[in-house]
């Protein structure tokens, strides 16, 4: 902070460019950009590879953003059916939906699972050519078979939001192999223009710079990221076994290869018992506050998105319904992990019998 504000350049300058570079090398990429927000990320992603007047495949069970995005960019969401073993894009479902109108297919990391899927959809979309994008928001320092989220798609955007993994307070990054998206999405970022310095606007930007204090918050945390990471890995394992053969509640297992940062650690509840209901007894009687849900609504019950046709997406439905997130972040104590565990095994028993 105290570099920045001595150097009085406070938008785009040295240290903004060393947080895009490490960043992007933590993710299996060369090229990093660093923006306002993991919106404007994949809007500028989305402009860049031109999606005006086509349609962009996402996963009904994601964040807002990830939609509004596409319909910013110029393009129209189709909402495809998720896995239950990822929460996330199912080959099926992304299959039904890849015809000629289809410019991308936008993956979502969600809970920071990188699912199996990723290398079939990844050939699925080389076939139909179509650009596989990553929306790896959820995905800090995930990955799958030793490869880092936002290494598998043409391009990925993160978020620094505060909730995430890692955070700069707000802003986002694009991260890519790509040296001409790369160069596109800088052109973007500040308003359009040719140059830093120039007045030619040549694209439809707009004000989505990082400021160099949001790049030296984020740069600390990076260096931070492998910390964070073996905190929050050692929650999921111990929330593992902690809720092995509950009863009402069941974690979600994630496949060989996978490798979870564990931004949410997700589990089913059984059919029947109501979440609002569960969470409220974990509240009052063992003091536990849930985390969020990714999502307790699929987006198109969301009424924004109400005029987008889609086909039926029973898997999405049934995993927004009945998934919990339990609590995780990147100083969890084991005491609070266990009394986590002793509140949710006792109140899913106690609500499956009623
Ligand atoms: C899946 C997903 N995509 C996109 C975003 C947008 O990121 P931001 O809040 O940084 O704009 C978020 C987060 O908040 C998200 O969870």
Not at 195 to 206: A, I, P, Q, T
Request: aromatic letters at 6%; a negative charge.
């Amino acid at each position: 902070m105290d570099e920045v504000l001595v150097s009085g350049a406070l938008t785009l300058g040295s240290v903004t460019e060393r947080f895009e570079r490490a960043f992007a090398a933590r993710h299996g990429c060369e090229h990093g950009v660093a923006v306002s927000s993991g919106t404007a990320g994949l809007e500028i992603i989305l402009r860049t590879i031109g999606v005006e007047g086509r349609s962009v495949v996402v996963p009904a069970n994601t964040f807002f953003a990830t939609a509004a995005a596409v319909l910013h960019a110029g393009g129209t969401p189709r909402f495809a059916d998720v896995d239950a073993s990822t929460f996330a894009l199912s080959p099926d479902s992304v299959a039904e939906l890849l015809d000629t109108t289809c410019a991308a297919v936008l993956l979502v990391h969600i809970g920071g699972v990188v699912s199996p899927a990723v290398e079939k959809l990844d050939r699925l979309c080389e076939q139909h050519g179509v650009v596989l994008l990553e929306d790896a928001a959820h995905a800090h320092g995930a990955g799958f078979d030793g490869r880092p989220a936002g290494s598998f798609g043409r391009a990925a955007g993160f978020s620094f939001y505060p909730t995430k993994v890692m955070t700069s307070g707000e802003g986002g990054m694009i991260v890519t192999n790509d040296a001409d998206l790369a160069a596109e999405a800088r052109l973007y970022r500040d308003q359009g223009k040719a140059g830093f310095l120039g007045g030619d606007h040549v694209r439809l930007g707009s004000a989505w710079r990082m400021s160099e204090l949001h790049a030296a918050v984020g740069e600390v945390q990076l260096a931070r990221l492998e910390e964070f990471l073996a905190v929050r890995r050692h929650a999921g394992r111990r929330y593992d076994e902690g809720l092995g053969g509950a009863t009402g509640i069941t974690s979600v297992q994630l496949a060989p290869g996978t490798e979870p940062n564990h931004y949410k650690y997700l589990a089913m509840l059984a059919p029947g018992i109501d979440r609002a209901e569960f969470k409220r007894r974990l509240r009052e009687d063992h003091g536990v506050g849930m985390s969020g849900e990714v999502y307790a609504a699929p987006l198109h019950r969301q009424p924004v998105f109400g005029a987008i046709s889609h086909g039926p997406l029973p898997v999405s439905e049934e995993v927004c319904a009945r998934h919990v997130c339990l609590p995780v972040h990147s100083d969890i104590a084991d005491e609070e992990i266990d009394q986590v565990v002793a509140g949710v095994r006792q109140v899913a028993a106690e609500l499956v019998t009623e």
